[in-house]
């Protein structure tokens, strides 16, 4: 059930998000706002906070297995180095894939390799690409921290569940 004032509170955190991206553009923008709606338009507030921590840390690892795949690349021959990158880190990130599977660990690994294919596709490109990856990592951060202070603040706070241990007991053992 979606509390009275719910879907206009939801405007007021994505609005002043929008307004900044329309201030200030960056090639950012929509990847940024796009995970601020996911999260926002889940009805389970509970699965919301874990698909925002799932972008989030997906991108922080995809990130940063980008910036290292490029600091090889500019070592190496460009070539071989860019192959060599591509494919270890793929591999990789499908292997967390599989022992992942179904948990939310594959979903991360999931979201981390398409980060990583798309921000080491973009430094190796001979067209330059003016967002650095700490700016992404930083954007993203503080988009994530602003998101879950918002919601904090405007959406109700979430119904308190029982654990499903304690469904099974009765009131009156101790």
Excluded: C
């Amino acid at each position: 059930m979606v509390a009275r004032g719910a879907p206009l509170a939801k405007v007021a955190i994505v609005l002043p998000a929008q307004l900044f991206y329309l201030a200030e553009p960056t090639a950012l923008a929509f990847p940024a706002l796009l995970g601020l709606v996911t999260f926002l338009t889940a009805q389970d507030p509970a699965a919301g906070r874990a698909q925002l921590l799932i972008l989030l840390l997906g991108n922080l690892v995809g990130s940063v297995a980008a910036a290292a795949a490029s600091a090889v690349l500019e070592v190496g021959p460009p070539l071989p180095a860019l192959m060599l990158m591509t494919l270890l880190g793929s591999l990789e990130f499908a292997g967390w894939i599989m022992t992942g599977a179904r948990r939310p660990g594959g979903a991360v690994a999931l979201t981390g390799l398409v980060t990583f294919l798309m921000l080491f596709g973009l430094v190796a490109s001979p067209v330059p690409f003016d967002v650095p990856v700490l700016d992404r990592i930083t954007d993203i951060g503080v988009l994530s921290l602003y998101t879950v202070g918002a919601t904090a603040l405007l959406l109700p706070p979430p119904d308190p569940r029982w654990p499903a241990a304690m469904a099974g007991r009765s009131a009156h053992i101790s």
